[in-house]
């Protein structure tokens, strides 16, 4: 399973369970963290696109607020689960792609939150 696979099941079930987490989430709070991956890595995939047609962008990390719950809470999934732990990495204020991460599962989980994440829609 990878991180989209993770995301999509959850958006399907709503089981908080399924993250491996040392604190347990809310539904809501497990949304936030689905929501921001979602847009981050859809948006991800919009800028892979681009580049492909030749425009002048490149992949970018997740700029983590102090403030923001996701970035309070982010830490703790990434930690504790694995599926998180392969995909995920802090440096300062950015989250970005795990050094494990090949370029082929980068494009994979991209491209399937582009298929999945369509804010406006009904999820479920």
């Known amino acids: 399973m990878n991180l989209t696979d993770k995301l999509i099941q959850f958006d399907k079930t709503e089981d908080t369970s399924i993250f491996s987490t040392a604190q347990d989430y809310s539904v809501s709070d497990c949304w936030g963290v689905c929501i921001e991956l979602f847009s981050w ?20 990390p997740h700029i983590l607020f ?44 991209t491209k399937a939150a582009f298929d999945h994440y369509n804010p406006g829609r009904s999820y479920n």
């Open 66 to 109: 102090p403030e923001s719950f996701f970035t309070k809470i982010i830490p703790d999934f990434i930690a504790n689960d694995d599926v998180f732990r392969h995909s995920l990495k802090i440096e300062g204020n950015e989250l970005y792609y795990s050094d494990d991460m090949t370029e082929v599962e980068i494009r994979t989980i």
């Open 41 to 60: 890595l859809k948006l991800e995939h919009k800028r892979y696109m681009w580049s492909q047609e030749g425009r002048p962008t490149q992949s970018k």
